[in-house]
């Protein structure tokens, strides 16, 4: 049975070798020190404790799932001891607030930490990292009495935090959420209603649960802007700040679920529940919106973690299984049959599933960059211009690596047959795992929504020119020797710009347009994406592989897996191109009743 | 929540309207007297016992699973009711042999049948459905004195069958069985040996359950041509066919799977069990598969039923939640929010599931009508031409109905958002459920070299040929009026023919282009199929539509979604075309050990 082995060699060569972290971060105080000995020393740690604290509980994660027991929630065998060695090391600061205790560590290093956290057990590193997404929201909007009061113990693991967003009649549109919120005398406030689908909002890893809830002020304005932020603990805090008397926070029950079922996805009743204003009145909306950028990237990486895992077991699994020969001739002539990765089939969902994976990696250690820069940076000009590619990456990077991320575990459970289909090699945990990734943190529809409306056709910040400009002047600056790589991506652009001015076009005319282009126009800009990101590995990989002695293979396989890339998945482009010409109408046509 | 219903009014447009079943049957002797009513009363029927007696316990089968005790399987509660009420109406011999008590209905009539039951409760069907290829195999194999011993029963459902031929170590590469067949002196065998992933292999259904078993007799040729079929029964029949003593045959364990939890899949042991030669010494493998046309596309039509449930369940959801308003104004001015179906990116979802579904149940009913002239026809030449055309459609049938049917389980799932996910709505079961219709029964990628490989490489008998004329046909005695339908069909029958040569000529050089292609060629056949499927139906449909009436709305809504799988489906085989031209090199450039 193959074991989750963090990917670092890979996770090395993106950081250092492509985008070149200790150079970024050099040039901003406050991530100066952050070299390239404390990045690998951070890894190695965080690999460890994924392989061997988080990895060996994932699938008792699954088969023993999570138990409510009057309004108690019991996670699985392990997690408890788990999550205090996990605290324990501090993890759950890493990239927070160094005021308050938290460790300042770059979202570069955040992306690769949580790709082998969610890779090697997504239901476990769900508290956590949700934890510091909710700790990141009070970073930024909460006042300075409630982060002191807060923050330290979130960072420290002692306690943890949740998003309590979803009410069962209210998903992606929270504009209609009807929790209230009702202001005591003492400048707090009483809390009610109900929210769904809280991920980790009632369990047993931790003192205390903070949450930080969405709901209306009396006469707030309808919709999203009358929608406030508080924070709610479950137990009060007494004088001495130390969790004392029960809030009126429940658990009503816990969902039973296709997957992730050691994460607590809980039913919360809030009945006149005492919280804390965070941010503005009626700010909510935008507050939680800060540190959805971060959440989202997450998200994704649970999809590319996974994917991750199932490829190294699927890769172990061809490498030993005899069936059938080699068409070309057999390879193993002492045994009854060759190992199955002689097949070309069985390669071509291995090398998919390979170069989905590096490829969004890369992306999402860019990405990753970009948040950097818009939150480390001194000046104001590369804050803003990060910050609007971080606008236009983060639908992307959240359902391209999920979506993906799903379909490639989806692929690497095939290459095991019908062994993929029991639970003996986890194969099959995997895909129900990745599956949520796709339709929590706002449904990959909503991502693909949000790019093409918002950040294309009503963009008024140029924010697809800027990034198009930056692949150009990459592409422009390659040797001829790397034509093969680089011209199918520059095609690849050109049919993107050609597409995206049809649906602007379109779009100006008809505003279903829009929705009806949105998702394959995610994936198109996903693959001329990848396609950059593959073309920036081998610019390196080439020059590398000049001197690398022991190392040749390693780069030698980067270069194999672009051409495999650049040849059989990169023409999708085309496909998607027309599926957008198809245009809205052949979706809008039939009436409800007609379906 | 929805309940399923069978299609009946789309079955029934398929079977009489399109594929003028009655017209062909009357044709034959054996199946002169099935007329239209009577296929439509037994439809009717059929959907009564699909919906009112399996679809309720299509959950409770999922959340109670099988149970093992001791050797012994214990069926989730209901079931056994469910198998009395199911075998008392004559299910499980519909198609069975008349000359044995089998009611000799058409596989036209047949497929649809396996749609419904497979739609409502996979889990469940698969008992009846796998006893019913068994039993085939006996049919056309078995010696006179064992189909009078065993094919009333069988077709009674008064006992069940299995299929037993994956082994630990040989699932896709049967030519390495070690089960081993000594001859004893009366002329039976006792069978020694493990088989693995048994549907049915135990359970609590019926009196007795009879194995097909493949073994080596002593000195068997090595590989595929060493292997012989056996019939063994749980129990031994006395000398009044009544079972008796325990053969030597256990249930050692039941497997953990992703879902079809309610179908027991066995551990099967042998330990010189008795049992009873069907055909002749060392060609049980042609046995096997000589039933495994039938077989594969009732597997295909697992994925396809289950599609067709989700897409039953999503389109309930999408008409009745609430969230957000449609882009092109409100359509809901009374409530908070309109509808979710007003929303483009919803529609794509359905009207890819829907369009899918439509075309697919057509190939089946398409396949079906060629099995059946290859089983009834009195004339040789129709029969060997029919029995060509199943060779060619039946690994394409699978592993499109499955793939696309899964696919379809997850866009219909995503409708619902996280409601998707949870185990309330059915969605996620679905999806589980349908993901091993990819897997067994010859996984998807062995279909498809199958395909690329048999059927196209190494066609002597123009296969693909015969059925580009019949498309060119229809396509050519179609109206002008008709051409934004048929002249996208006909550019992608044009590309298919052509990647065509460019794989025969590729693979007459490297092996491995056959493989190569194999996955990507299935789709893009698959894509020219579906769209021949629409064009039949278009065709029908735009001609009833002059005169419809009070089904105008039903018409009209084919020729609007074949207008959706031409614009916004079909685009893909321009992809899957550049794909295949990637070629093999690219697959197999990587050393294994570069993985």
């Given at each position: 049975m193959a074991s989750y082995k963090a990917p670092l060699r890979d996770m090395q060569f993106v950081l250092h070798e492509v985008m070149a972290a200790e150079q970024l971060l050099a040039g901003m105080p406050a991530t100066a020190e952050v070299n390239r000995e404390l990045m690998d020393a951070i890894l190695d740690s965080a690999a460890t404790m994924a392989e061997e604290v988080l990895a060996p509980l994932e699938r008792v994660g699954d088969e023993e799932g999570c138990r409510w027991e009057e309004g108690k929630v019991t996670?699985?065998?392990?997690?408890?001891?788990?999550?205090?060695?996990?605290?324990?090391?501090?993890?759950?600061?890493?990239?927070?607030?160094?005021?308050?205790g938290g460790q300042g560590m770059p979202k570069m290093l955040g992306v690769l930490f949580e790709e082998m956290i969610m890779g090697a057990n997504c239901a476990f590193a769900l508290y956590p990292i949700l934890s510091s997404g909710a700790s990141l929201a009070l970073a930024r909007h909460a006042s300075p009495a409630l982060k002191e009061q807060y923050l330290p113990r979130l960072y420290s693991g002692e306690w943890s935090a949740t998003m309590c967003l979803t009410e069962a009649h209210a998903g992606t549109d929270l504009g209609i959420i009807r929790t209230r919120a009702r202001p005591l005398d003492d400048g707090s406030y009483a809390i009610t209603g109900g929210k769904i689908f809280i991920t980790g909002g009632q369990h047993d890893l931790t003192a205390n649960i903070i949450h930080l809830v969405l709901a209306r002020l009396p006469n707030a304005p309808a919709g999203p802007k009358?929608?406030?932020?508080?924070?709610?603990?479950?137990?009060?805090?007494?004088?001495?700040?130390?969790?004392?008397?029960?809030?009126?926070?429940?658990?009503?029950?816990?969902?039973?679920?296709?997957?992730?079922?050691?994460?607590?996805?809980?039913?919360?009743?809030?009945?006149?529940?005492?919280?804390?204003?965070?941010?503005?009145?009626?700010?909510?909306?935008?507050?939680?919106?800060?540190?959805?950028?971060?959440?989202?990237?997450?998200?994704?990486?649970?999809?590319?973690?996974?994917?991750e895992n199932a490829y190294q077991t699927a890769t172990a699994y061809a490498r030993d299984r005899l069936q059938g020969r080699a068409a070309t001739g057999v390879v193993n002539p002492?045994?009854?049959?060759?190992?199955?990765?002689?097949?070309?089939?069985?390669?071509?969902?291995?090398?998919?599933?390979?170069?989905?994976?590096?490829?969004?990696?890369?992306?999402?250690?860019?990405?990753?960059?970009?948040?950097?820069?818009?939150?480390?940076?001194?000046?104001?000009?590369?804050?803003?211009?990060?910050?609007?590619?971080?606008?236009?990456?983060?639908?992307?990077?959240?359902?391209?690596?999920?979506?993906?991320?799903?379909?490639?575990?989806?692929?690497?459970?095939?290459?095991?047959?019908?062994?993929?289909?029991?639970?003996?090699?986890?194969?099959?945990?995997?895909?129900?795992?990745?599956?949520?990734?796709?339709?929590?943190?706002?449904?990959?529809?909503?991502?693909?929504?949000?790019?093409?409306?918002?950040?294309?056709?009503?963009?008024q910040e140029g924010l697809l020119a800027s990034m198009v400009v930056e692949i150009r002047d990459f592409l422009a600056g390659q040797p001829d020797a790397l034509n093969e790589f680089n011209a199918p991506v520059t095609a690849a652009l050109?049919?993107?710009?050609?597409?995206?001015?049809?649906?602007?076009?379109?779009?100006?005319t008809n505003p279903d347009e829009t929705g009806a282009a949105s998702v394959p126009y995610l994936r198109l800009f996903t693959l001329v994406l990848y396609g950059y990101m593959w073309g920036r590995m081998v610019a390196v990989a080439e020059s590398a592989l000049q001197q690398a002695g022991s190392e040749a293979a390693f780069y030698d396989a980067k270069l194999k897996t672009a051409r495999f890339f650049m040849a059989r998945v990169l023409p999708q482009c085309r496909s998607l191109a027309d599926e957008i010409r198809g245009g809205s109408a052949v979706l809008m046509s039939l009436e409800p009743e007609q379906f």
């Open positions: 996670t699985p065998s392990g997690f408890r001891e788990a999550h205090d060695v996990f605290t324990q090391t501090g993890w759950v600061g890493l990239s927070g607030d160094t005021a308050q009358g929608i406030s932020l508080f924070l709610v603990p479950r137990q009060l805090l007494d004088v001495n700040n130390e969790p004392g008397q029960d809030n009126n926070v429940t658990c009503a029950s816990i969902e039973h679920k296709m997957g992730i079922k050691g994460s607590a996805t809980c039913v919360m009743h809030f009945d006149d529940a005492r919280g804390y204003l965070v941010g503005n009145p009626n700010e909510g909306l935008a507050g939680m919106f800060t540190m959805m950028n971060y959440e989202r990237l997450s998200i994704g990486l649970q999809g590319l973690g996974l994917s002492g045994q009854e049959a060759d190992p199955i990765i002689v097949h070309p089939d069985v390669r071509r969902m291995l090398m998919t599933v390979r170069a989905d994976n590096e490829a969004g990696r890369a992306l999402a250690v860019y990405v990753a960059s970009q948040l950097d820069l818009a939150h480390f940076h001194e000046e104001l000009a590369v804050r803003e211009q990060a910050a609007r590619r971080v606008a236009l990456l983060t639908p992307v990077a959240k359902a391209a690596f999920s979506d993906r991320g799903f379909e490639g575990c989806v692929l690497a459970q095939q290459v095991l047959g019908g062994h993929g289909y029991i639970s003996e090699w986890g194969q099959e945990q995997r895909v129900r795992d990745a599956r949520i990734a796709q339709i929590y943190e706002g449904t990959n529809g909503i991502q693909a929504l949000d790019l093409m409306g918002r950040k294309i056709v009503r963009d050109d049919l993107l710009e050609e597409i995206t001015a049809w649906v602007q076009e379109a779009a100006a």
